[in-house]
C-alpha cells in the first residue's frame, strides 16, 4: 500500500483518489481555524502560491479532534479562504489520531513517527510527501511554514 491508493473527500463532499497528485511533492497539514497557530495559514498559502508551478501541492484537512475547529469542513474551508485568502485545496473535518483516524493519517503518522510516536500532537502537524509518494519528513505544529520552504525545495 502507498498513499496513492488512498482517497479522501474534499470540503464540498466529493471523494477523489490522491493518485491525483502522483509526480507532485505534497505537504499535508491538519488544520484548525480556531487554533492559535491558525496564522500559519499565510504563511502555507505563501508557499503554495510560490511553489505551486514547481509541483508542490498543499493538502489542509481541518480536524476538530482538538476541538479547535468550525462545525465542517466546508464552513472550515470558507473562514481560510475569507480570513486567510487560502485557495489550496481544503477537505472535510477528520479525525487525526484513534481508531476513527482517517486512513490517511493514518498512513502517514505509521510512516512518520512524531514526539508522541504514532499519534498527531497538534494542529497544524505537517507531512512532506515526494513525488514518488514517500512521507520524507514530519514537521511539528510550531514549525513556522517559512522554516519548511528548503526542506521542500530538495524534493522540487
Excluded at 14 to 29: A, C, H, T, W
Excluded at 95 to 110: D, M, S, W
Aim: some cysteine; glycine content about 8%; proline content about 4%.
Amino acid at each position: 500500500m502507498n498513499i496513492y491508493d488512498l482517497s479522501v473527500t474534499n470540503e464540498k463532499g466529493e471523494s477523489y483518489p490522491l493518485k491525483r497528485y502522483q509526480g507532485k511533492i505534497l505537504l499535508i497539514v491538519n488544520t484548525a481555524t480556531k487554533c492559535g497557530l491558525a496564522g500559519q495559514f499565510i504563511g502555507l498559502e505563501e508557499l503554495y502560491k510560490k511553489h505551486r508551478e514547481r509541483g508542490l501541492v498543499i493538502l489542509g484537512f481541518p480536524s476538530d479532534q482538538f476541538k479547535q475547529e468550525l462545525s465542517s469542513g466546508d464552513e472550515a474551508a470558507q473562514s481560510c479562504r475569507l480570513t486567510y485568502g487560502v485557495t489550496f485545496p481544503m477537505h472535510e473535518l477528520v479525525k487525526v489520531n484513534g481508531k476513527h483516524a482517517h486512513p490517511l493519517f493514518k498512513y502517514l503518522t505509521q510512516q512518520s513517527k512524531g514526539l508522541l510516536g504514532k499519534n498527531v500532537k497538534w494542529n497544524f502537524t505537517k507531512f512532506l510527501v515526494d513525488r514518488h509518494g514517500n512521507v520524507v519528513k514530519r514537521f511539528s505544529p510550531t514549525d513556522q511554514p517559512s522554516k519548511l520552504e528548503n526542506e521542500i525545495i530538495k524534493y522540487l
